[in-house]
């Protein structure tokens, strides 16, 4: 069975057990095996205060590793941010390359939180930026939950990102103090989270993190969307145009700047792939720092030709719709090519690689087109 350790503030409640067998129940509906911080006691006999603490520490790291992934309660404790320690074990659980889940019972952004807490003390600098009594100046307003780096590792992790509410969870301060550690709506939220994106399956969990791989689709995909239906498009104006069903776009600066699509057919050239005329266009257009910082959109991951193509271009970052393999059996044929793990090893620069993104979308005009194909190439 899948253990999820359960980190939060939760442990410091008077009613802890309460809370813990509560939060255990709901991961048993779903076939999840919930780890509290106190399954696991501390001899504590004869230790000094500081001794104690690290024994703790030790024997929370100990859990921490026994589990596959960690749900943690990312509420604001006692200030703007979450409770420190829970921060340092969504940590460590990231550390060892394993998911993080997490969710907050508090509706307002971390920004949000921080401004009312500070009040008069932030100055709004003449940039616009917010900079406290000290001069540090406010992280702007991402709109997540608590600082960046929680929310970013929760959503490298593949996740939706942390669930909370859209408004107050209660409407009066009292009812506000005794729920805002012990409601467990977006705790569910989250467990079924896991349970339905995972399959709830250790091998489920460990593709998921595997290291050296990318977060699937749901980490990435806001940000790439849009941009892969570019790629998309060109695709299906390729056939259109009597090629085969690839295209690619070039972003820079969030900016579509540059489309291609295959023209092996019409042009009676094998070398005329979408990324091969792509990256044509993208020399004879920009320098190479601009490309450096650009990112290419390919429908299919790219092949070995031209992922050496966008490598010499020394093109920063590709991003990809079909897999590979997903085409090779669409297709009934396939020149594999390690994508990820050759753009990761260049010498003169690496090559990030995302994808897939929209691979379903991709693989479907594969789908239409080889089973029937009809084309003199
Ligand atoms: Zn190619």
């Known amino acids: 069975m899948v253990r999820l350790y359960l980190a939060g503030p939760q442990v410091f409640l008077s009613d802890w057990k309460e809370q813990a067998d509560k939060m255990k129940a709901i991961c048993a509906q779903y076939g999840l095996e919930g780890v509290f911080p106190f399954d696991k006691e501390v001899n504590t006999c004869g230790l000094a205060p500081q001794e104690i603490g690290l024994s703790i520490f030790h024997k929370d ?43 907050s019972n508090d509706h307002r952004s971390f920004c949000h939180r921080t401004s009312e807490l500070l009040g008069d003390a932030v100055e709004t600098m003449p940039d616009g930026q917010l900079r406290d009594e000290y001069g540090l100046c406010l992280e702007h307003d991402t709109g997540f939950a608590d600082n960046l780096m929680c929310d970013g590792m929760v959503l490298a992790c593949g996740s939706k990102g942390v669930a909370r509410p859209e408004h107050p969870i209660a409407d009066d301060e009292e009812s506000l103090k ?32 595997k290291p050296g791989s990318h977060p699937p689709d749901a980490a990435c995909a806001d940000v790439h969307i849009d941009f892969m239906k570019h ?34 057919c019409t042009d009676h050239d094998v070398t005329c792939h979408a990324e091969m005329n792509l990256v044509r266009l993208a020399q004879s257009r920009f320098d190479g720092a601009t490309l450096r910082c ?63 993104v929209l691979g ?7 789908r239409a087109f080889w089973p029937s194909l009809d084309v003199e190439c």
């Open 61 to 103: 790291e100990g859990l921490i590793r026994s589990c596959d992934a960690a749900v943690c309660c990312m509420t604001p404790m006692r200030g703007p941010s979450m409770d420190p320690g829970t921060a340092v074990e969504m940590g460590i659980m990231r550390g060892l390359g394993k998911p993080v889940f997490a969710y």
């Open 178 to 209: 005794a729920e805002m550690f012990r409601n467990l709506e977006h705790f569910k939220t989250v467990i079924q989270e896991v349970a339905t994106s995972m399959n709830v399956t250790k091998e489920d969990l460990g593709r998921y993190m």
């Open 231 to 264: 790629a998309l498009n060109e695709a299906s104006a390729a056939v259109e145009n009597g090629n085969h069903p690839f295209g690619a776009a070039l972003v820079v600066e969030g900016e579509v700047v540059l489309c291609a699509q295959n023209t092996v």
């Open 294 to 356: 650009a990112t290419l959109y390919s429908s299919t991951s790219p092949c070995a030709m031209c992922s050496g193509a966008i490598y010499w271009a020394r093109i920063g970052k590709v991003v990809y719709g079909c897999e590979p393999s997903v085409l090779g059996e669409i297709a009934g044929d396939e020149l594999f090519f390690p994508l990820r793990e050759s753009m990761s090893g260049g010498v003169l620069h690496k090559v990030d690689v995302v994808g897939p």
């Open 360 to 366: 379903e979308e991709a693989a479907a005009a594969h």
